[in-house]
């Protein structure tokens, strides 16, 4: 039996392995194809570098310059200050350094209040939400109703409602349910500090209640009904198999809403205008007046550059332990 090669296979095969052949074009195409998804992100990262790196390069220099309302028009020729205006920031027994840790900690506490309160509303809307009612998809869209509005006409809305005279809040409170022997100020005293933090955690939990929604379709139904069936509550289950499965998305939860709430300056602002009460006085806000109306841009921009060092090391450090908690978790 003879075999016959196809027609122009041995053609083929002596102009492959000839050492003149010309090799086929794929690195070319290769290069293409993975540099193609860069370029297109090129635009976007051109944008991000003008829009916060640039600035913030330009603020950690204007830290170190003695920039005050005499320099304003040309701050390229304000003289160097050195750590001057760091020392100055740091320094807790001049007024300037009592009132930044002042603010500071007054910012902590509050978040605090509401990183905790926005976590634990939106953890239990979304553990009630998971079971079919009528009804729930209107409750749904109604929960997210305050994250899907816009911050300035919100706030707003809330100055309005906590006035004193004419607010709505002290209508129901005082006029209504007799709850206070007179009308409390809301945005003034003590009492604005409860008034942020309403219009922080109402403002925030709907974030965390889409999150930890999404991270429960995720949990398999099937590991509940067999939990069911093993004589394990409402509460069991919540504790047992619920929290435990949104470990993950509770760690990425909680960074952003710790880092939004921190860096939050138009609640305050829209809320209280340019001068907050003692009692709200956040450092997003204080550091925005120590700029602004006291004209001296390079301390401003030191306490900036302090705001944002704490956050990169709280933001590593939660990061390590989280890491480190899950490799344990997982051996």
């Known amino acids: 039996m003879t075999l016959t090669a196809a027609p122009g296979t041995g053609e083929r095969t002596a102009r492959k392995n000839s050492p003149g052949a010309a090799p086929r ?33 330009i603020g950690i220099v204007v830290s170190f310059k003695e920039l ?24 807790v027994n001049a007024p300037v350094g009592e009132a930044l840790l002042r603010s500071f900690l007054t910012k902590c506490l509050f978040t605090l209040f509401s990183v905790g309160l926005c976590w634990l509303l939106g953890t239990a809307a979304a553990i009630f939400m998971q ?17 899907a509005l816009p911050v300035y006409a919100a706030v707003i809305t809330w100055a309005f409602m906590f006035q004193r005279d004419n607010g709505l809040v002290n209508h129901v409170l005082h ?11 809301w945005l003034i005293g003590e009492n604005s500090f409860v008034t942020l933090l309403v219009v922080s955690v109402w403002k925030g939990w709907p974030f965390a209640f889409l999150i930890m929604m999404a991270g429960l379709q995720n949990i398999p139904r099937e590991i509940y009904e067999a939990a069911a069936l093993d004589g394990a509550g409402v509460w069991q289950q919540v504790r047992r198999i619920t929290l435990p499965s949104l470990c993950p998305v509770n760690q990425v939860l ?9 860096n939050d300056f138009n609640t305050p602002f829209v809320l209280f205008g340019k001068a907050a009460p003692e009692a709200a006085d956040l450092i997003s806000l204080h550091i925005y007046q120590s700029s602004f109306q006291t004209w001296n841009f390079g301390a401003g921009s030191a306490m900036s550059v302090l705001l944002l060092l704490f956050l990169l090391v709280v933001t590593g450090a939660y990061l390590l332990l989280t890491s480190r908690g899950r490799k344990a978790t997982d051996a």
């Open 131 to 147: 079971e079919s009612f009528r009804g729930r998809g209107f409750l749904r869209t109604v929960f997210l109703v305050p994250y």
């Open 25 to 57: 074009p794929r690195r070319s195409g290769r290069l293409r194809r993975v540099g193609l998804p860069y370029l297109l992100l090129l635009p976007a990262l051109i944008l991000e570098l003008l829009v916060h790196l640039v600035p913030m390069v």
């Open 68 to 91: 005050t309302q005499f320099y304003v028009r040309d701050w390229g020729t304000a003289p160097w200050a050195g750590l001057d205006n760091y020392s100055l920031a740091v320094d």
């Open 254 to 262: 909680v960074l952003v809403l710790f880092l939004w709430t921190f």
């Open 175 to 185: 006029d209504q349910l007799g709850l206070t022997d007179s009308p409390p100020f």
